[in-house]
């Protein structure tokens, strides 16, 4: 391992910690600009305007936002989310239940799809221009064409409407079997799937060929190596760098696709919370929420440069 590589990570480290300021900047100012009022939307339309300046008062949205955005990103340092307005109980307490149902749920996708989307893209990429090669690439397009909510809605009416295998929505209390859990989880499991893997295949696949077209491998194949061996100890650790950025990327899409899923199948998870509190400007969960996505990318993003630094042959 060469010097540059500590410095390379320390680097992007640092971007990633300048690129989350940014972001906390961007989505505090961005939810104050949604419309409407706080405070008249929480006592309704039928509040007198002294009950809402009052209101606004106590919840200090009459002070400059600037200032009330160096408050919060302060309470963000020390780990204070705030307090719901809707609520009035602490953000950290109604996050914290519905994010670990949203790290199950996207766990179990993890577990699923990344398996099968790293053996159909290596594999596609070993016998590319073949019919099995046509017929993955062929599949993947088409499921990255359609939209979430409509593969939402067609696994909808497939397994719940016309099978009936599934329930329509998932149902997450009181799963006391491994049958409970598959139906409670699958639908929103199969859906998310779809469209990860279909991602993931195709920028693995071609990982996987660029790194096939290299002089080595071709050299090694010219020396009598079966394609398997091949692609298994000579092109796929070198492929390793873009294969976890594929994979970084494709996770990534978790964090956007979890949002329309947890709201069709009524999914109690952070996402569902999230568009919960957008129709009560409940501006601190809302905040929160934003933040929570944008560090879970953060973190796939900064962990697949970091991966692809130490594999780089060059820099070992």
């Given at each position: 391992m060469t010097s540059r590589v500590p410095s390379l990570i320390l680097g992007r480290l640092l971007i990633a910690l300048v690129t989350l300021t940014i972001v906390s900047f961007a989505v505090f100012f961005a939810t104050t600009l949604l419309p409407g009022d706080t405070a008249t939307i929480l006592l309704g339309q039928a509040a007198t305007p002294e009950a809402v300046a009052g209101l606004r008062t106590a919840m200090h949205l009459d002070e400059p936002a600037l200032l009330r955005f160096v408050y919060w990103i302060g309470g963000l340092f020390q780990g204070d989310l705030g307090t719901s307005y809707a609520n009035h109980v602490p953000v950290a307490t109604l996050v914290s239940g519905r994010l670990a149902n949203t790290l199950k749920l996207a766990g179990l996708t993890t577990l699923v799809s990344v398996p099968l989307a790293l053996t159909l893209g290596i594999t596609a990429a070993m016998w590319r221009r073949t019919l099995y090669d046509r017929i993955v690439t062929i599949a993947t397009i088409g499921v990255i064409s359609v939209p979430e909510?409509?593969?939402?809605?067609l696994a909808v009416l497939v397994f719940a409407v016309y099978l009936k295998w599934l329930p329509a929505l998932s149902f997450t209390y009181n799963i006391d079997s491994f049958s409970g859990l598959l139906r409670a989880y699958a639908?929103?499991?199969i859906t998310l799937t779809f469209g990860v893997s279909a991602q993931m295949i195709?920028?693995?696949?071609a990982a996987v060929i660029e790194t096939l077209n290299t002089p080595y491998v071709e050299m090694a194949l010219l020396k009598g190596a079966s394609r398997p061996r091949m692609v298994l100890r000579h092109a796929l650790?070198?492929?390793l760098g873009p294969i976890s950025n594929a994979v970084a990327l494709s996770?990534?899409?978790l964090l956007g696709g979890v949002i329309i899923v947890e709201t069709i199948f009524n999914y109690p998870g952070i996402a569902k919370l999230m568009v919960d509190a957008v129709s009560t400007r409940d501006l601190p969960l809302i905040q929160s929420c934003a933040m929570i996505f944008c560090f879970g990318y953060l973190i796939l993003i900064t962990t697949a440069?970091?991966?692809a630094i130490l594999s780089n042959p060059r820099l070992r």
């Open positions: 909510f409509v593969l939402a809605t639908m929103p499991v195709r920028m693995t696949r650790p070198n492929a996770l990534s899409y440069d970091i991966v």
